[in-house]
């Protein structure tokens, strides 16, 4: 769809925040708040927030471009039009900063300075014009729903870790950051007005590639259905955003919403859907990626075996310098927090070279009483740490191969392993439910 066959209509209601917010956005972020250890955390995390703010602003102010009508009148007017159709008063900043991605985000400035937008040269390069109301209209969702007001980084990632949030808290929180981003979503849609366009954002991002190369992507949703089918236990439940097919989904649903036909005047937009129906078509679609249905089965060996493979198991969920929540949680389920725990504090004492030559030193002596097929056996009993958020980094097959060497086996056995995760993790878990 070119730029010059989008005719924007104007809303007939003023938007109204609590209906376009996705329910369960609403309830789990009402539910994290509620909860006395995260507002423990907020109060440590909001004691330099405002400082933290203003550096950022200040780092904007020179070192990207400020959008004002003479600067940019091409985006002056895609952010003047977002704030129309949104019926947003307060003060937006807009920013353009130099990076080769597609990206956008939103920060709220302190003292009711009003909201920051900061968008990335090749999102402007990238999108067209209806394409980037929908990406400012959803930075400004989160700001307008006071998103903010829970830092999922800074909450999921403390810099001291007794402030560590707890399993269930993590899962919450993802839970919730997932929902946040459909109820921007349906901000960024009353702006562009089509969720076709929404969809074409969505397989920029899903692809990097320019529209001329992109159609409109009605089968983008059977992409989704695969991944279902082919999805080892737990994958996805670690990501802060939902899936794009995901996102297009949710996105018709709205559109096809009461409140969405409503906002710009009865009979503007045929209406299949309450807003109820809606909600619950999109957290089904959720649900997907939810933790909720897996369980993990405790490994059975020998106490010297257990704990090698805790050492094993740590190295794996530390191998980018910084402990996977995640991936840890996986860990202390399959060995036993004690064992984790031991491992965690090992590391933190001896550091890497000692905390290697002990797991090699270990798995030697393991192996010694073990065939080849035994030790291949621990090699995939711990592997599924690495495969948990569905992706295998590099590091992590390099921690693969170290282990693999540990039981005095050829590294290239590690890959083996690795490319069999999908298929092999099911015989280590239960799933519930779906």
Same mark, same amino acid.
């Given at each position: 769809m070119s730029e010059a066959t989008v005719k924007l209509r104007m809303p007939v209601n003023? +938007?109204?925040?609590?209906?376009? %917010? !996705?329910?369960? =956005? $609403?309830?789990?972020?009402?539910?994290?708040?509620?909860?006395? @250890?995260?507002?423990?955390?907020?109060?440590?995390?909001?004691?330099?927030?405002?400082?933290?703010?203003?550096?950022e602003k200040r780092r904007q102010l020179s070192a990207s471009l400020r959008i004002t009508e003479s600067v940019s009148p091409y985006l002056h007017k895609v952010l003047t039009t977002v704030k129309t159709l949104l019926g947003l008063e307060m003060p937006v900043e807009l920013y353009v900063t130099p990076a080769p991605v597609l990206n956008a985000f939103c920060m709220t400035l302190p003292d009711s300075e009003g909201l920051l937008v900061v968008v990335t040269s090749q999102a402007v390069e990238r999108f067209t014009?209806?394409?980037?109301l929908f990406l400012v209209g959803h930075e400004l969702g989160h700001?307008?729903?006071?998103?903010?007001?829970?830092?999922?980084?800074?909450?999921?990632? +403390?810099?001291?870790?007794?402030? %560590? !949030?707890?399993? =269930? $808290?993590?899962?919450?929180?993802?839970?919730?950051?997932?929902? @946040?981003?459909?109820?921007?979503?349906?901000?960024?849609?009353?702006c562009c007005q089509d969720p076709?366009?929404?969809?074409?954002?969505?397989?920029?991002?899903?692809?990097g590639l320019p529209g001329q190369y992109l159609g409109v992507g009605e089968e983008f949703q059977d992409q989704m259905d695969d991944w279902v089918k082919t999805k080892i236990a737990g994958e996805g439940m670690d990501e802060t955003h939902p899936l794009l097919p995901i996102r297009v989904a949710c996105s018709h649903a709205f559109a096809e919403s009461e409140y969405f036909s409503h906002f710009f005047g009865a009979g503007a937009v045929e209406a299949c859907n309450s807003m109820e129906g809606a909600d619950n078509a999109c957290h089904d679609q959720l649900c997907q990626m939810d933790a909720d249905h897996v369980q993990?089965?405790?490994?059975?060996?020998?106490?010297?075996?257990?704990?090698?493979?805790?050492?094993?198991?740590?190295?794996?969920?530390?191998?980018?310098?910084?402990?996977?929540?995640?991936?840890?949680?996986?860990?202390?389920?399959l060995v036993g927090r004690d064992l984790a725990e031991r491992a965690r504090g090992f590391a933190g004492e001896a550091g890497f070279e000692t905390y290697v030559q002990e797991m090699y030193s270990l798995g030697n002596g393991i192996s010694q009483d073990l065939d080849r097929k035994q030790c291949l056996k621990l090699v995939s009993d711990i592997a599924i740490i690495a495969a948990v958020d569905g992706h295998v980094h590099p590091n992590e097959v390099k921690g693969m191969q170290m282990v693999a060497e540990a039981l005095q086996l050829p590294s290239h056995l590690a890959d083996v392993v690795i490319k069999d995760l999908g298929a092999g993790s099911d015989q280590r878990l239960n799933l519930r439910g779906s």
């Open positions: 003023r +938007p109204d925040p609590h209906l376009i %917010r !996705l329910a369960r =956005d $609403q309830e789990l972020f009402q539910q994290l708040l509620a909860d006395p @250890s995260i507002q423990t955390s907020l109060e440590r995390i909001q004691g330099g927030v405002g400082h933290t703010l203003m550096a014009r209806p394409e980037l700001g307008i729903l006071q998103h903010s007001r829970l830092p999922g980084g800074a909450l999921l990632n +403390p810099m001291d870790d007794d402030a %560590r !949030l707890s399993w =269930d $808290q993590t899962m919450l929180m993802l839970r919730w950051m997932r929902a @946040s981003e459909i109820s921007a979503d349906r901000f960024g849609l009353l076709s366009l929404a969809t074409r954002v969505f397989l920029k991002l899903a692809s993990i089965d405790r490994l059975d060996h020998p106490e010297e075996v257990m704990g090698f493979l805790a050492l094993a198991g740590f190295l794996l969920c530390a191998s980018d310098n910084e402990i996977d929540t995640v991936e840890y949680h996986w860990l202390c389920e």
